[in-house]
């Protein structure tokens, strides 16, 4: 027997207290909510953490169990660099991440908007995001999606630049029992490492993979292996681990091709990324590496780059500087010539035959009073 599971929309109320009102975004199981927790009367993220439509219900079992199972992983990291988790919700048989709500846009909708960023931007954020996993694998947290889509950067208010790692649903403890031909979620194969892309378990190497795949989309443009809607040929190429160089990286070379590096063995841990990319950072801004750790990202001047605020609105016009009046365009003439045109060259209007009767009686009358007033001065 299979389950039909509600549809998620607005007005919808998970678990008797989560109430849904509009879509933010989407991820790989589905869409994330804005919702009003009715309990706590505040706002947060849900996300679904794994659809079960369809599914009979003796192989539901074992994937809900484990979905929550991972749910409460993420919750056990705290950072704030990473996006909290504050519940696992159990809907109608269906597990929910109940997270913080963060106003924000992703570094992949960031990049959409404005192709790539520079050297040290890049070095910012990845220090960040590197700080929270190294909490992380600390408590033998493995993230397994690290890139792009999942970092996320504060867009409004006191909180504006600030940098949070989030989707953790796909999360395993690192002594787990993991296998992987029960899979739920594997991560996105353009930000695999070689290994996993082979079918080995993530691992710690294998996240710092991940966020150096991520730092050289950000400042190259485009994932190291490239894109291809193709799984199988890109799964091929990050196996060959045979990236495309670098060109824009600058300062982060040295770290990034350090976090490429083939073998997983070589690799630096997501603690010595975090030192390095802070460093980097720091000297290009003019200040330390704690304070990039614990700060928002910043520009050489302090402010918040253009890039990590909402969304401007289009320029108004100047109209203290432009002063030319509008002139509305004439009404398109049937005619083909232009309506100017056309009006300097068409034929006079044409008169009726009563108008040209009046015409002449009037002129008639006005000859004949003309010669009276001539008889009557002759005569006088």
């Given amino acids: 027997m299979t389950t039909i599971h509600r549809v998620p929309g607005p007005g919808l109320l998970l678990a008797g207290r989560y109430r849904l009102q509009s879509r933010i975004g989407d991820g790989g199981m589905g869409s994330v909510w804005l919702a009003k927790d ?62 913080e709500y963060v106003p924000s846009r992703s570094v992949a909708q960031i990049l959409h908007t404005v192709g790539t960023l520079g050297a040290v931007d890049a070095a910012q954020i990845g220090a960040q995001v590197a700080a929270a996993m190294t909490v992380a694998h600390e408590s033998g947290i493995i993230h397994r999606d690290v890139k792009p889509g999942n970092i996320l950067v504060a867009s409004t208010g006191p909180d504006a630049g600030t940098v949070k790692l989030t989707d953790f649903g796909i999360a395993h403890l690192k002594d787990d029992d993991v296998h992987l031909d029960d899979e739920l979620i594997s991560g996105t194969p353009a930000y695999f490492a070689p290994e996993v892309a082979r079918g080995a378990v993530p691992a710690e190497p294998s996240d710092v993979y991940s966020l150096g795949a991520t730092i050289y989309t950000m400042v190259e443009g485009g994932p190291p292996f490239g894109a291809d809607d193709d799984t199988t040929a890109l799964l091929d190429k990050v196996a060959r681990a045979q990236i495309r160089p670098p060109q824009q990286a600058g300062p982060v070379e040295d770290v990034l091709l350090a976090m490429l590096t083939p073998s997983p063995a070589k690799r630096p841990t997501m603690a010595q990324v975090r030192d390095q990319l802070a460093a980097v950072a720091a000297t290009a801004t003019r200040t330390t590496p704690d304070r990039v750790l614990a700060g928002k990202i910043r520009r050489a001047d302090g402010a918040v780059p253009v890039w990590a605020l909402a ?17 509305p365009a004439p009404p398109p003439s049937a005619h083909p010539m232009t309506a100017g045109t056309f009006a300097a060259h068409q034929s006079p209007p044409k008169t009726s035959v009563w108008q040209r009767h009046a015409t002449l009686i009037a002129s008639g009358a006005i000859a004949a009073a003309l010669f009276i007033v001539l008889i009557v001065l002759l005569l006088l």
Avoid: C
């Fill in 311 to 327: 969304t401007p609105q289009a320029p108004r016009m100047n109209t203290g500087s432009f002063r030319r009046s509008y002139v």
């Fill in 38 to 99: 009715e309990l706590l009367n505040r706002d947060v993220a849900v996300k679904r953490i794994v659809a079960l439509d369809d599914i009979p219900e003796a192989n539901a079992e074992p994937i809900r169990e484990k979905a929550l199972r991972e749910g409460r992983i993420a919750a056990k990291l705290t950072h704030h660099n990473a996006v909290a988790v504050d519940d696992v919700a159990l809907d109608d048989g269906t597990p929910w991440l109940v997270m």
